[in-house]
Nanobody
Framework: QVQLVESGGGLVQAGGSLRLSCECS????????MGWFRRAPGKERELVAA????????VYVDSVKGRFTISRDNDKNTVYLQMNSLKPEDTAVYYC?????????????????WGQGTQVTVSM
């Protein structure tokens, strides 16, 4: 059973930065493409960034491109999301999960479970 533990969220003013972390246990982390998802109030969960396990290629949805950076450390079984220039519309609960190629905003997490997520709130 894979376990995912997200951390690093918080309350930040618009224009600020946060770095999210997601530690994965119980699986062979290094062979999965990994993604960061978010669910804003009243909206479906969407994939916002993903990174391959093969060559570390990263993909972003347009709304976060140029502001968010996904990275991974296979030795620590951890995936990160550096979020800069945050906007109020980035407010959401953020989750990580494995994701299948090709990536899209409607991609689903491919592990059988989700972590508790980490709340990001961006104030004006």
């Amino acid at each position: 059973q894979v376990q995912l533990v997200e951390s690093g969220g918080g309350l930040v003013q618009a224009g600020g930065s946060l770095r999210l972390s997601c530690e994965c246990s119980g699986g062979t982390f290094s062979v999965y493409h990994m993604g960061w998802f978010r669910r804003a109030p009243g909206k479906e969960r969407e994939l916002v960034a993903a990174i391959t396990w093969t060559d570390g290629k990263s993909v972003y949805v347009d709304s976060v491109k140029g502001r968010f950076t996904i990275s991974r450390d296979n030795d620590k079984n951890t995936v990160y999301l550096q979020m800069n220039s945050l906007k109020p519309e980035d407010t959401a609960v953020y989750y990580c999960n494995a994701v299948l190629w090709p990536f899209s905003a409607t991609s689903k997490g491919s592990f059988g479970s989700w972590g508790q997520g980490t709340q990001v709130t961006v104030s004006m």
